[in-house]
């Protein structure tokens, strides 16, 4: 059943109309308002081929149906799918390729994604080139006859460097590349790679899209349809799916996905100023800040900048004083939640990736990330300035 409202059956409503409506329509049986969470694993069949839609969960679900729908409506794609983790819809994309294709990809992901493309993917013939893809003609240099898909992440996990996407479109378009975007750090309600010429958009939705620090999920949306034919082909074939109450939870969580947003983002800003003018902090990475060095990027392709925050104590011994001392803010890996959590990306996020690599990306062992939290943001400035206190 299609959605009654005419702006959403055409794609033309508000981003917060569709975050709310988009893909669900009351419940056929009940009326229920929000999609219902189908906890089954088959159906009951009317008749031996009678063409009945739902056969078995693993190859669709009614409650993930819904999640998908809404996701491909939030990023502009044709077609979305959920998996059980970011890490298995990244897993899904790269295996759209095959043996001995190339990747140029973007040399700070997450800690996750390189020692996916590393450890593993690398045993089975994939060929990967880590460049600094904030540099448009380091990506053209690495681009070889074999090279098949461009990976940004933009913003980076945890540096906070960007990639125009624009450009980045037009040279995977020159070179008949798949650009393939890790949106996570922005979520769709702040950056739209898919406008800006990406193919394949990739979340973690267990950041800002549940929003709660409650789920662990991930989505793949993609434009083309051999793409999404392919992605919904390996979903049901490599059976990483996402589960009902999952998908129920971050169907939820995107329903305040903007106004969550906009309060991540008010505190972001507040909080990497303050930070910014402390004399124990040696850097601090934010897109908002003006001394980022793509400020003027991060406001043509971005609509905010985000609640992520990355800055430099010097030392590990500094990191380890200044997170000892945390009493609101917690020290966990993830971001996008509700609460603050603040890490330690050379020890947790991006453990997996060698000291000498981590090094040269600027993931330095006194780097500490901050993601903002929705608290009071004078109590969370509080905390930090007398956990500074004992650095
Ligand atoms: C940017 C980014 N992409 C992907 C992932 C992987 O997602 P998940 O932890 O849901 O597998 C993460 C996790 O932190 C991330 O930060």
């Known amino acids: 059943m299609a959605s009654r409202h005419p702006a959403i059956r055409t794609g033309k409503a508000g981003f917060a109309t569709k975050a709310i409506h988009a893909g669900q329509v009351p419940d056929p049986a009940t009326g229920a308002v929000m999609q219902p969470i189908y906890q089954v694993s088959t159906y009951r069949q009317p008749g031996l081929g009678a063409g009945w839609k739902y056969d078995y969960a693993r190859t669709i679900n009614p409650t993930r149906g819904a999640l998908e729908r809404n996701l491909a409506a ?12 970011g890490m298995s819809a ?14 140029v990809v973007s040399r700070n992901v997450y800690g996750g994604t390189y020692r996916l493309f590393e450890g593993l993917l690398r045993q089975f013939g ?8 904030s540099d448009l003609s380091a990506i053209e240099a690495a681009i070889r006859p074999a090279t098949k898909m461009l990976y940004v992440e933009t913003p980076t996990n945890p540096v906070l460097g960007l990639t125009d996407l624009a450009a980045a479109g037009r040279i995977a378009r020159k070179h008949k590349l ?39 999920g991930g989505c793949v949306v993609t434009t083309r349809p051999e793409d999404a034919q392919r992605i919904g082909w390996l979903q049901n074939t490599v059976g990483a799916i ?36 402390r004399r124990k ?3 601090v ?107």
């Open 281 to 283: 902090i040696a850097a």
């Open 74 to 85: 939030l990023e502009g794609g044709l077609e979305a799918r959920c998996f059980a983790s």
């Open 178 to 216: 798949r650009l393939v975007v890790d949106n996570t750090f922005m979520s769709p309600y702040f950056q739209q790679p898919i406008a800006l010429g990406a193919d394949i958009v990739v979340h973690s939705t267990t950041k800002y899209l549940n929003g709660h620090s409650d789920s662990v």
């Open 285 to 391: 990475h934010y897109p908002g800040l003006k001394s980022h060095p793509q400020h003027a990027l991060a406001k043509r392709q971005m609509s905010g900048f985000g609640g992520m925050i990355a800055f430099e104590l010097g030392s590990l011994a500094n990191a380890k004083k200044f997170l000892g001392r945390l009493e609101l803010c917690a020290l966990a890996e993830s971001l996008g939640g509700v609460e603050t959590l603040i890490s330690h990306p050379a020890s947790m996020t991006h453990g997996a990736i060698p000291k000498a690599e981590r090094k040269r990306i600027g993931v330095t062992d006194g780097l500490v990330r901050i993601s903002a939290g929705l608290e009071d943001v004078d109590d969370l400035i509080a905390d930090l300035k007398q956990a500074l206190a004992a650095v």
């Open 242 to 277: 996402l589960s009902p109450m999952d998908s129920f939870l971050v169907l939820r969580g995107i329903k305040t996905l903007p106004v969550r947003m906009e309060r991540h983002d008010a505190s972001g800003r507040k909080i990497a100023a303050w930070l910014d003018g």
């Open 126 to 133: 994939l060929l990967f080139t880590w460049v600094d893809t």
């Open 90 to 103: 990244i897993a899904a994309v790269m295996n759209l390729l095959k043996s001995g294709d190339h990747v």
